[in-house]
């Protein structure tokens, strides 16, 4: 999928993004194809995998260093102009993802040292360079999953702890395991109560006790005996806060994955 169907998507776009329902089109496509997971909460699936799996990203990264790319070309030939719609359209994808331009270094509040987009045509400086901005674009959603409109981030308790990108990296190691666990990482799996609760009022039950219409809390009762943790992702969303929690989350997966996921 990434690399045929989106990088024919991804052809083309300079001046202009294609319109949000033909991102919206790709971007479904590119989950479907890795399994049933439409329901994932938005922001998790874009810190989870957003940034190398949706057409909105992958656009950005491409005319970033097509940009420099295109700028270097014309100063080869003689040139004494810059592409600049191009030039201002990367302005403007640097700074929705919270870069600032210091003099001609972009910087970000999690990588002060920032970098200059002449490097991007480098290959080894690009591969340094296209991972901060991924690191950026999951720094963007992870804030943004305060307003979040699911109720497991809404109600109380559910303060987010702060940004760990190391954090982000355990779960992307752990979410690629399994499509279980990926499954889990982005929200895709309900309770049982909110399927119950659903427009198809599907009755699940309890791979435990086999009750039914049970909070999620339950689960952790039920299957490891426990008090739900206080960290809302890992309560919820069975994010690791560190490397001491894959076993956990690991024998709460194995629990489930013996009902649903094999």
Not at 73 to 87: E, K, Q, Y
Not at 149 to 164: A, F, K, M
Not at 173 to 195: D, P
Not at 203 to 227: I, K, V
Request: proline share 4%; with cysteine.
């Amino acid at each position: 999928m990434n690399i045929f169907a989106k990088s024919k998507a991804t052809y083309g776009w300079l001046f202009k993004d294609p319109f949000y329902t033909q991102i919206r089109a790709v971007n479904t496509a590119s989950w479907r194809a890795i399994g049933r997971l439409l329901y994932g909460v938005k922001e998790l699936k874009k810190i989870v995998a957003g940034a190398h799996l949706h057409l909105d990203a992958s656009l950005k990264w491409r005319l970033i260093r097509l940009t420099e790319q295109t700028k270097f070309a014309l100063r080869a030939i003689g040139a004494d102009f810059s592409p600049a719609d191009m030039c201002n359209r990367v302005e403007n994808i640097l700074q929705n993802l919270q870069w600032e331009k210091d003099g001609n270094r972009w910087r970000h509040i999690v990588f002060p040292e920032g970098f200059f987009l002449h490097d991007v045509l480098e290959n080894n400086s690009w591969r340094k360079i296209s991972h901060f901005l991924r690191v950026s674009w999951r720094h963007l959603y992870y804030h943004e999953l305060a307003n979040s409109p699911r109720h497991e981030l809404n109600g109380q308790d559910t303060e987010l702890p702060p940004w760990d990108n190391d954090r982000i990296n355990l779960v992307k190691e752990w979410s690629q395991q399994h499509g279980g666990k990926l499954t889990l990482s982005i929200g895709a799996m309900m309770s049982g109560r909110v399927r119950l609760l659903g427009p198809s009022a599907i009755q699940r039950a309890c791979p435990g006790c086999n009750s039914y219409n049970y909070h999620w809390d339950h689960l952790w009762n039920c299957l490891l005996n426990m008090d739900p943790p206080k960290d809302v992702l890992l309560r919820r969303f069975l994010w690791p806060r560190s490397r001491q929690d894959f076993q956990m989350i690991d024998t709460f997966f194995c629990k489930l994955n013996e009902k649903y996921f094999d």
